[in-house]
């Protein structure tokens, strides 16, 4: 069992930055893919960002491209996403996600982003 829990999430104004941090607490993920979601209000979940076990490989949804940044330090045991120039409609609950064995088998419990001025 891998537990992921985020961090950084809060309100910001649209144009700003966050940086939301995700973590496992007692396991080392640093051979699995890691990725980022988000469910927005009334909306199904959705793929934001992923990065290889590596680091060096990265994938964004057209929607981030160019605004997030993944990332991920695998001797701290931490994935973070830089997220810039937010716009309203970035406004979701992020979620950690951990692919083990079978795709993205772990979720973190979520971090709520809020875009408003």
């Known amino acids: 069992q891998v537990q992921l829990v985020e961090s950084g999430g809060g309100l910001v104004q649209p144009g700003g930055s966050l940086k939301l941090s995700c973590v496992a607490p007692?396991?080392?993920?640093?051979?699995?893919?890691m990725g980022w979601f988000r469910r927005a209000p009334g909306k199904a979940r959705e793929f934001v960002a992923s990065?290889?076990?590596?680091?060096?490989?990265?994938y964004y949804a057209d929607s981030v491209k160019g605004r997030f940044t993944i990332s991920r330090d695998n001797a701290k045991n931490t994935v973070d996403l830089r997220m810039n120039a937010l716009k309203p409609e970035d406004t979701a609950v992020y979620y950690c996600a951990a692919d083990v064995a079978y795709g993205w088998d772990y979720w973190g419990q979520g971090t709520q982003v809020t875009v408003s001025s």
């Open positions: 990065v290889r076990p590596s680091g060096g490989a990265t």
């Open positions: 007692g396991h080392t993920f640093s051979g699995y893919r």
